[in-house]
Every structure is written in structure tokens, then in C-alpha cells.
């Protein structure tokens, strides 16, 4: 399935932008919770970061398994967590 690069560009600016926000609330989220302990707003700015950033629970895995339980790309989520692991350095 090819995208035209409009599409590529909206969804690369959507992603940036839901970055963007889970980075800054994180940090605001941090501030307002610590009370003035640096350490405590690092740790909340790390936990929420984190979780934003977690690859396992993004919609593309959900729909990754959609599209095995309807029988397309059966090895596609596989071959994307294999790839993702080389480039992290674990196996």
C-alpha cells in the first residue's frame, strides 16, 4: 500500500504534534506535582514521557493485530518488532 507524500506529511506533522504535547504536559504535569522537588518532577516527567512513548500499546500495533486476526500481513508484526529490537541493540 503506497501513500501519496501529502498523506506521509499530515501524518508525520499529526505524530510530531502528539509528541510534542505528551513531551511539554509531561512536563508541566511534573512541575505541578512535585511541589518544588526537582527529583520528584523528573521522575513524573520520565513515568509520563515513557508512557506516551510506549511503542507496544501505539495504535499502529492495534491495528498491526486487526490486520493478522483478518489474515493480511502475517508476519508484518513480527518483522516490526524484530527490526525494532536491532535498532535498540536487544535481542
Not at 513515568?47 to 486487526?66: F, Q, S, V
Amino acid at each position: 500500500m503506497r501513500f501519496s507524500l501529502q498523506a506521509r506529511m499530515r501524518a508525520e506533522f499529526v505524530g510530531a504534534a502528539f509528541l510534542l504535547a505528551a513531551v511539554v504536559g509531561s512536563g508541566i504535569m511534573g512541575e505541578r506535582l512535585a511541589g518544588g522537588n526537582v527529583a520528584i518532577a523528573l521522575l513524573a516527567n520520565t513515568i509520563a514521557t515513557a508512557a506516551a512513548l510506549d511503542y507496544r500499546n501505539g495504535p499502529e500495533m492495534h491495528w498491526l493485530k486487526r490486520e493478522r486476526k483478518q489474515g493480511r500481513y502475517p508476519d508484518l508484526h513480527n518483522r516490526l518488532i524484530s527490526q525494532r529490537q536491532r535498532s535498540h541493540g536487544t535481542r
